[in-house]
């Protein structure tokens, strides 16, 4: 068995920007809790599995595990193993020898031990297939590994992190990973919350990105306005923080609210994506009425609580009869004619409907 030297390699990334950490813990429980843990995980050297959403941070927060590390003179490896093909995918992680197969025409070392004394990323973990599950596994118990076409293992120090917005169980459940390699990865996890679940750090998430982003494109876009941020925070954000910062660099560019408000829709239109079951026969008229009914239903709700219920009004503003209102309040089950009362200041509008 050989220890394998630092080979200075193009494979070895720079760290790259990251935002300071106030933005990018901002000042949500959730994510004061993570950095309680990071901190207290970074020195120590243990596997982290980092799990959360698509566009939650998770590549930046291995990056921050690297940099308060004492692995952090040494170098960074990231993989993203889906954008690897599969057949190429071992030999990129752990090299070969000369004449290990056709082409290989010289040796060459892989990306672990690229990494040793430092940190090797394996981004979306869950697209390594069971023979390279094997292999890290071996790396994991005993730092060792062996080159295509070797005929010795060799042996190196690396803090591995593995990152993924898949629920590994279920992969587990389902056959197509490894419990024994969930087990060695997850020694330490660390859970990445949704934007949704730390909207209150939304404000300052926007005040970031607008300002790097003027000051990148060379822009003067304002801060948004008070409806705008608004629609901001209630939001829910499918694409996380990745999503906000697109959204913010097209508010940029293009330096009107217009520009990104539309895509602003609150979360209850979204049931053109609900759970429609096509195992069995579906019927796309049915399910289309259905949806067409509830927007209707929700936005005449909307309509009438901004009018106090006065449902005259309400039509009006609708630019529907009167006679088609009170069908239609009918058709989506709002609650019948009661006693007419307007809200007190700070009162919650209940559903009664005013009599005109
Ligand atoms: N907490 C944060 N503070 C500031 N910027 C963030 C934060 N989280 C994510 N971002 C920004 O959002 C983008 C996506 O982040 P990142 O690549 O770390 O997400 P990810 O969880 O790895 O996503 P994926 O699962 O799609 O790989 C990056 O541009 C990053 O700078
Ligand atoms: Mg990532």
């Known amino acids: 068995m050989s220890t394998t030297s630092n080979p200075v390699s193009p494979l ?61 003179t040494g170098p960074w490896v990231k993989v993203n193993c889906p954008a690897i093909p599969g057949t190429l995918l071992e030999s990129e992680l752990f090299g070969y020898e000369k004449g290990a ?19 090797l990323f394996l981004d979306e973990i ?17 730092g060792q590994f062996c080159r295509i076409g070797a005929q010795e293992d060799k042996k190196v120090e690396v803090r591995v992190v593995c990152a993924t917005n898949r629920k590994l169980e279920e992969e587990i459940a389902n056959g197509s990973f490894r419990s024994d390699l969930f087990y060695r990865i997850n020694v330490v996890n660390l859970h990445m919350p949704s934007l949704r679940e730390r909207a209150a750090d939304i404000p300052q998430l926007v005040s970031y990105f607008l300002e790097y982003h ?22 829910h954000w499918p694409g996380n923080v990745r999503e906000l ?62 009018h106090h219920w006065n449902r005259k009004q309400a039509a009006r503003a609708l630019n529907i009869s009167y006679r088609a209102l009170l069908y239609k ?28």
């Not at 290989?104 to 990306?111: F, V």
């Not at 697209?127 to 005993?142: I, N, P, R, T, V």
């Not at 009914?293 to 005449?300: A, N, P």
């Not at 309040?329 to 005109?356: C, F, K, M, Y």
Request: avoid cysteine; proline fraction near 6%.
């Open 245 to 306: 910062e697109n959204l913010m660099k097209r508010y940029v560019i293009l330096g009107t609210e217009e520009s990104i408000s539309g895509d602003l829709r609150p979360h209850e239109q979204d049931f053109f994506s609900a759970d429609i079951s096509v195992d069995g026969p579906i019927s796309l008229k049915k399910i289309t009425r259905q949806a067409v009914r509830e927007l209707e239903g929700k936005i005449i709700l909307k309509v009438l609580q901004h």
């Open 12 to 72: 070895i990334q720079p760290l790259g920007e990251m935002p300071p950490d106030s933005v990018v813990f901002g000042s949500t429980e959730a994510m004061r809790a993570l950095r309680d843990r990071l901190s207290k995980i970074a020195g120590a050297n243990v596997p982290v599995l980092i799990h959360g959403e698509s566009g939650t941070g998770k590549d930046i927060i291995a990056r921050m595990i690297h940099a308060s590390s004492p692995w952090k």
């Open 126 to 142: 869950s697209e390594l297939d069971m023979a390279l599950q094997s292999k890290l596994l071996q790396l994991l118990q005993d």
């Open 214 to 235: 003027n000051r990148k494109f060379n822009s003067r876009a304002v801060h948004p306005s008070a409806d705008l941020m608004n629609a901001l925070k209630k939001y």
């Open 101 to 119: 197969f056709t082409g290989a025409y010289g040796t060459k070392p892989g990306r672990v031990e690229m990494a040793h004394r430092g940190t």
């Open 329 to 356: 309040i009918r058709d989506a089950g709002l609650p019948s004619n009661r006693a007419p009362r307007r809200p007190q200041p700070g009162e919650t509008v209940s559903h009664t409907i005013a009599a005109d």
